[in-house]
């Protein structure tokens, strides 16, 4: 399952121009680099707010700009997040021009 959901999230990271990481090479979570002038805490409650989808804000790892996804979950909720999530920077960064 770990594995499936990786290739999904790496797939997912390389088609999505705002966002970026270092592919995890063990563990279960990812570091998300995102490239839009908001704070990490705001985009996270604002994502959970209109689509649902929780990450954990880099704020809270001393790590701004950066959002944490856990990824050891049901394959089939990894895959109908991470669209929520591409239709939400798609919607944010519109808005911030």
Known sequence: MLRENLQTLDAWVQ??????????????????????PIGSRDFCIRLLQR??????????????????????????VLKSGLPRVSQFLRELAAELK
Not at 53 to 65: H, I, K, R, Y
Not at 69 to 74: K, L, V, Y
């Open 15 to 36: 088609g999505e121009p705002l966002i970026s990481y270092v592919k995890p090479q063990a563990g279960t979570t990812a570091l998300l680099k995102y490239d839009l």
């Open 51 to 76: 689509y649902g989808v929780m990450f954990t804000p880099g704020e809270a790892l001393d790590v701004e700009g950066y959002l944490r996804i856990g990824f050891a979950n049901n394959p089939e």
